[in-house]
Structures are given as C-alpha cells and as structure tokens.
C-alpha cells in the first residue's frame, strides 16, 4: 500500500533528497580533486554517512581521477561488482580490491 503524504511531509522528504544530493556532488569533488582517498570514503559510508553508503560503487569509481566509463566497467567486472551495487552492500573482498585498485590514502 502506498502511504500517503501531505504537503508537508512531502516538502520535508524534498528537501531532504536534496542535501543528500548535494553531500553526494561535494564528495564526488572531494575524491576528484584527491583531497578525499577511497579509505576515507568507505569510513564516511562505515559511519553510516548516508550520501556516501547509499552511493552506487560505478559512481564512485568514476569520480576518481582517470576513471572513464569503459574503465570502470572493467574494474567493477573484475572485482565481480554487479552495475547497480551501493557502496553498503558491498562484501569484504570487494571493499579491499578498491582500496587495492584505487589507492588508500588522498592526496593532501
């Protein structure tokens, strides 16, 4: 059944997807620029950071430096990562061949 909302409820949930959606682009940039490493990211999602554990793990990939499209899927493949994968779901083998793939620490 699907709940019903009132315009208040509404507004508030609106609101709310868009500062998750804000969080997510400024962490996207974070890991773009390399002030952010792929460790420091898994410990946001660890936290129970919503913006970062609700991430999909192809976006995350391709925020870092030299991920393309193609080469994200061949990663994600390799470390046998399904396309629609969050970065919660993700198993404790697959967690370490990121750190592996994409290097530990950020740039600062």
């Known amino acids: 059944m699907v709940t019903i ?7 508030r949930a609106l609101d709310r997807a868009l500062e998750i959606r804000r969080q997510r682009s400024d962490i996207r ?4 620029t390399g002030a952010l490493g792929i460790d420091g990211f898994l410990e946001l999602a660890d936290r129970n950071y919503q913006a970062a554990a609700d991430m ?3 976006y995350l990939i391709r925020s870092m430096p030299g991920y393309a499209k193609k080469r994200t899927q061949q ?3 390799s470390l046998h990562i399904s396309a629609g994968r969050r970065v919660r779901g993700l198993g404790h083998v697959q967690r370490e061949g990121l750190i592996k793939a994409l290097g530990g620490g950020c740039r600062e």
């Open 5 to 11: 909302m009132t315009g208040d409820e509404r507004r």
């Open 29 to 32: 940039q974070h890991l773009k």
């Open 56 to 58: 999909r793990v192809e």
């Open 75 to 77: 990663l994600m493949k």
